[in-house]
């Protein structure tokens, strides 16, 4: 059997564990491989899987729950995205999120967070490769001809299969810009078929150190991690006025964990 490198950090990478998905989206025995240096589990049945047959499980598994309120897999999701909207606002007020460029919400879905900060009074603007058909949303062309002060970028990573995927969202964002990411991450992925974040349409899965060496790879300074919203925002520059204010009006009280570096939150609270 062929093996695939780390997305992550190209270490090489060995057979984890298997899941019987019978049948459910056409998805069978479905192989999960994990990196032998920094521990990100990924499918490599969905790694191997032809274009075609990849965005027909995309669109078979996101139409399954576009446009509803609840979504079964994610019962939290619709409380997560007014609390996201909220820290996203806080953080715009105090002027530690930098806005000379416009915002984007990259892979936003049906877009219900954009309109809720739009309703908010933040202009932030709608990206889904699976939703440039709708008006409100950029096309691949449109998208390109900026870079952006905040990326938005919620339960995405997960649905990602190729480093060039990733990359090219780090690309678009201001030399000076932000990223805003909710992704579930763990320390250590177990082993576990039964492992509700196994679902269909999730591919790759980060521990902290694979996020930590992607921060450095992609040069972020600067990092707060919001508990209550599970966001996490990362800063290609910070200032002292900006540090200072963090220091001073984001308490580890009201959920705000913030670092000069990677705040390894996920780390901090398993000590
Ligand atoms: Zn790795």
Redesign the pocket.
């Known amino acids: 059997m062929n093996t695939l490198s780390?997305?992550?950090?190209?270490?090489e990478?060995k057979f984890y564990f298997s899941k019987d998905f019978q049948h459910s989206f056409e998805l069978n025995l479905i192989d999960y491989h994990k990196?032998?240096?920094?521990?990100?589990v990924f499918s490599k049945t969905h790694y191997e899987m032809s274009d075609t047959e990849w965005e027909k499980l995309n669109f078979n598994c996101h139409n399954s729950y576009q446009n509803q309120t609840y979504n079964l897999s994610d019962p939290r999701w619709y409380e997560r995205l007014y609390l996201q909207c909220e820290v996203i606002y806080k953080l715009a007020k105090l002027e530690i999120l930098p806005n000379s460029l416009p915002w984007l919400d990259w892979g936003c879905g049906d877009g219900k967070l954009v309109d809720i900060l739009n309703n908010r009074g933040l202009n932030v603007q709608k990206y889904d490769l699976y939703m440039q058909h709708n008006s409100d949303y950029l096309t691949n062309e449109v998208l390109q001809e900026t870079k952006y002060s905040l990326l938005i970028n919620t339960s995405v990573f997960e649905h990602i299969r190729e480093r060039h995927t990733l990359d090219v969202i780090n690309s678009l964002i201001a030399k000076d810009g932000a990223l805003a990411l909710h992704v579930l991450v763990k320390e250590d992925i177990s082993p576990d078929p039964d492992w509700f974040y196994l679902q269909p349409p999730h591919v790759s899965f980060f521990t902290n150190q694979?996020m930590q060496?992607l921060f450095e790879q992609w040069n972020y300074k600067a990092s707060i991690y919001h508990v209550p919203s599970r966001l996490w925002f990362w800063f290609r520059e910070m200032d002292k006025v900006q540090m200072s204010v963090i220091k001073n009006l984001l308490t580890e009280a009201d959920g705000f964990y913030f670092k000069e570096g990677f705040m390894n939150y996920w780390g901090v609270m398993n000590k």
């Open positions: 780390c997305l992550i950090c190209k270490a990478t990196c032998e240096n920094c521990g990100f694979s060496i």
